[in-house]
């Protein structure tokens, strides 16, 4: 199947910093990607559609101020936390999809941590 | 956000068990998904349908796409340790890639 990879793993910051997460599609291109965000025990929420060459869609309830998407190439899109509080705290998982497969591969997530 | 239904929301059974999940929904989808997650990690998918009334194996795992498009299943056969984890389904509106995901059925194993 189609790798999708996150960095970091996990992340820890202060309260008030920013904090970017990158996806990348290791040996496809994605001209579309997603991010979720999973609280525990919880199923994952579709935060926002990343658009390679143009803006994000977000999602209702999400404010596109604090999370800042960028689809800088075909293979990579960024999402930034930014002034990162306590209840940002998650796990964000960003996914793929492979044309002609009609599936979505995953990345293995990061986990936000803010003190 | 919308959610599809899954049930059981937890299960506890011993290896060598079959297992049965499902999934169902109030809207349709064209297309139905179920990936397993492990702590911490991210969900792996397992079977994608994309016909009504699809049957669809992945080794010990079967599941199905129902035929009015508003529910699947995934049974599992003899389960093995390695099974224990989260089953997510996901559903697919016509194409437009955006996923919902159901609720979770966590599946543990007894020794």
């Known amino acids: 199947g189609a790798v999708v990879s996150q960095h970091p793993s996990r992340v820890i910051c202060k309260s008030g910093t920013s904090v970017k997460i990158e996806c990348r599609s290791l040996?496809?291109?994605?001209?579309?990607m997603f991010w979720y965000r999973q609280f525990p025990k919880q199923s994952l929420m579709l935060m926002a559609t990343?658009?390679?060459?143009?803006?994000?869609?977000?999602e209702q309830g999400v404010e596109k101020d604090k999370f800042l998407i960028n689809h800088a190439s075909l293979t990579l899109s960024t999402l930034t936390v930014t002034s990162a509080h306590p209840e940002d705290s998650s796990f964000y998982i960003c996914?793929?999809?492979?044309?002609?497969?009609?599936?979505?591969?995953f990345g293995p997530g990061t986990r936000l941590l803010v003190l | 956000g919308q959610q599809l239904n899954q049930s059981p929301q937890s299960m506890f059974i011993q290896e060598g068990e079959d297992v049965s999940m499902n999934c169902t929904s109030s809207?349709?989808?064209?297309?139905w998904l179920w990936y397993k997650q492990d702590p911490g990690e991210g969900p792996v998918l397992l079977i994608a349908?994309?016909?009504?009334?699809e049957l669809t194996s992945n080794g010990r795992l079967t599941a199905q796409f129902g035929i009015t498009r508003k529910d699947s299943f995934l049974n599992i056969s003899a389960s093995i340790p390695s099974d224990v984890g989260i089953y997510f389904c996901a559903g697919d509106n016509f194409g437009n890639e955006k996923l919902t995901f159901g609720t979770g059925t966590r599946l543990t194993i007894i020794p």
């Open positions: 040996d496809f291109q994605a001209t579309t």
């Open positions: 349908l994309y016909k009504a009334g």
């Open positions: 809207s349709i989808f064209n297309t």
């Open positions: 996914s793929a999809p492979l044309r002609g497969q009609e599936t979505q591969y």
């Open positions: 990343s658009n390679e060459g143009s803006k994000a869609t977000y």
